[in-house]
């Protein structure tokens, strides 16, 4: 087995490869499709049907955008959370859904990225649904774990036979410190998910916006500390700036 990692266009993408076939850890955004597919073509010298499986670990731009497209192109399936509903749903969804699409755009043009389309459907329509300790089908040493917080079905992937867990945006590196990410719908499950990555022992941790790290058990309590303990959302921030404003 080896890990790929590939510069996204705002994000790390890890790519899985054995001899039997291909994985993506998350879904990366809609303009990451042909980064990989030049990727398998051009660097591993495999056929792009290698790729088997596209995992959507949340539905934000930089993690689900790609993966329909994958599908499209590559007749791979789709794996995701087994949770009911979808994030994007109704006209909070659909407003949320154009600022996710225009916070991906800014932080590209932060990142001096070319410009490029980001768009993706609000609604995914995955093939495999997974709960809380499942095995991802034909790459059984991987499991995924549910880290909710950040969303309402956010997962994490782990090998625990070469100690390794992706955790996408449970934590995001900010000047060189990890800190928690924007938004957190859901403090308490996001506490209860950094509690479970602080239980398990020398684990590397590959993340979507930053380095592979090790974490120790003093950056754990600063997390902890720094952790929102009302929801942290788009809404609430617009809000706040709105007062801040007003009364300034």
Known sequence: MKIHQINGYIQNIFLIEYDHG??????CAKADVETVAEFVTKKLKRPITDLKLVVVTHMHPDHAGGAHKFRRLFN???????????????????LMHWTDLALTQ???KRRQQPR??????????????????DRIPGFEAWQVLNTQGHTDRDLSLYNESVGKIYIADLLVRVKGKLVPPFPVFYPRRYRESIERLRAMKDVDVLMAHGPQTRICEDEFTTILKI????????WR????????????
């Open 116 to 133: 490029k389309s980001v768009y993706y459907p609000r609604k995914l329509k995955a093939d495999i649904l997974l709960d809380d300790g």
């Open 76 to 94: 791979c399936k789709i794996v995701s959370a087994n949770v009911p509903g979808h994030w994007y749903q109704g006209w909070d969804g659909i």
């Open 22 to 27: 291909l994985f993506l850890l998350d879904g």
């Open 106 to 108: 800014w932080v590209a």
């Open 237 to 248: 921030s617009t809000k706040a700036k709105f007062k801040k404003a007003f009364f300034s």
């Open 227 to 234: 952790a929102p303990k009302v929801p942290m959302t788009h």
